[in-house]
């Protein structure tokens, strides 16, 4: 999306709706959800009963996205287990190894057989790993999760560090950053569509508006300073965004060096494709031995960065039901197991199709 609005401006606009929009919606909701010490779906209500509508809505829309993000996040376990193997699977092509190994797309849509088609085992079994990895972490009570969020928050970060050292050694990394923090082109931020972009981003990735940071500052004392700790929550998290993007960027302007092209013509290789088409092939420039463990590295921290949000979407949606049901496992089992199965549809062989569908849904309801 940088690449395709501006540069540098996409990094302005993106700054701009997160510090005046989707911070102070964040910090806002951090503040009801302490205040009236509900979660979301009642503390619409406790506001204004007609408005439990509206969190009946909230709820939809986090177990719609949280059924289509746990398979774009499910992607990343096939390409663990093929980072391990030397050479790395999709070396010679890694547009043909998406494509036909991992989704097994059809050729034409016009001429193929009626519905989504079968299921793909690989990517079956890769959504079975992580509904159990998100079910055992849930589950059991919060102070287990908190243990377990202390792990896949960390890792990521100490993982992403690496990736930015390395990938910035290598050759034509520095033209990737350059194009990154130094192409500034202030007439995109004269389009709306920029903007709409932007926001969009942001709201999805601090998530404002699926009643996860209401939900969770109910469990937290009343006297914890939560302005304090959202403005905390908000930095990191698009501190984190931004210096990601010199690990990206280095890695592309590794790619776009090998293959002797621009680096907007790799960067703009957009959606899934970025991570596992242009990014995998990425890779495979690294040479013999340290192409594995950079490949490793990055699906990994991919894998850890989705686990935690999905960590925080399940369990709002659990605590949500909770709060009308007696707290049981099986109560965070029978929504996971839902949820899965809502996902198998992903797993089909139109499931890319359907999952581009249903993030433009989204992308239009937040824009």
């Known amino acids: 999306m940088i690449a395709s ?21 964040f910090t806002f909701e951090l503040i009801l959800g302490q205040y009236l010490r509900k979660t979301f779906i009642k503390t619409w209500e406790t506001i204004r009963p007609r408005w439990l509508s509206f969190g009946f809505a909230q709820f939809l829309l986090l177990f719609i996205a949280q059924s289509y993000f746990s ?29 036909n190994t991992i989704l097994n797309s059809y050729d034409d849509l016009n001429d193929k057989p009626p519905g989504p088609g079968p299921i793909q085992w690989r990517l079956a079994v890769s959504l079975v790993v ?7 972490s849930v589950a059991f ?5 908190s243990n377990i969020t202390y792990v896949t928050v960390t890792l990521p970060v100490v993982l992403m560090l690496v990736l930015v050292i390395v990938s910035a050694t290598q050759e034509g990394a520095r033209e990737g950053i350059e194009f990154y923090i130094g192409k500034f082109d202030g007439s995109e931020l004269t389009k709306l569509s920029v903007w ?12 404002p508006g699926f009643g996860t940071a209401i939900t969770y500052s109910s469990f937290v004392s009343e006297k914890e300073d939560v302005y304090k700790a959202g403005m905390i929550v908000c930095v990191a998290n698009s501190a984190f965004s931004l210096i990601a993007g010199f690990a990206i960027f280095a890695i592309v302007g590794h790619l776009a060096w090998e293959e002797g092209v621009s680096v907007e013509e ?27 463990v950079m490949s490793v590295l990055f699906y990994v921290m991919l894998l850890t960065l989705g686990l935690d949000s999905s960590y925080a979407w399940t369990e709002t949606i659990v605590s949500s039901v ?46």
Request: proline letters at 3%; glycine letters at 8%.
């Open 5 to 25: 609005n501006g540069g540098a401006a996409a990094v302005v606009a993106y700054l701009i709706c997160a510090v005046f929009v989707a911070w102070p919606l």
């Open 71 to 99: 398979m774009i996040i499910t992607y990343t376990i096939p390409y663990i287990f093929g980072s391990c193997v030397t050479p790395l699977p999709w070396a010679e092509d890694s547009e043909a190894y998406w494509t």
């Open 130 to 136: 992580f509904w159990l990895i998100t079910f055992f």
């Open 141 to 145: 009570g919060k102070n287990i999760l």
């Open 196 to 207: 709409a972009t932007a926001l969009g981003q942001i709201l999805f990735s601090l998530s």
């Open 266 to 292: 790799v960067a703009t290789r957009g959606g899934t494709g970025l991570a596992f088409i242009t990014i995998a092939e990425g890779m495979s420039f690294f040479g013999s031995g340290i192409e594995n």
């Open 322 to 367: 909770e709060e009308t049901l007696v707290f049981t496992w099986q109560v965070t089992l029978v929504l996971c197991i839902i949820m899965f199965l809502f996902g198998l549809v992903f797993t089909t062989r139109m499931g890319n199709e359907i999952l581009d569908v249903s993030m433009l849904c989204c992308s239009c309801i937040f824009t």
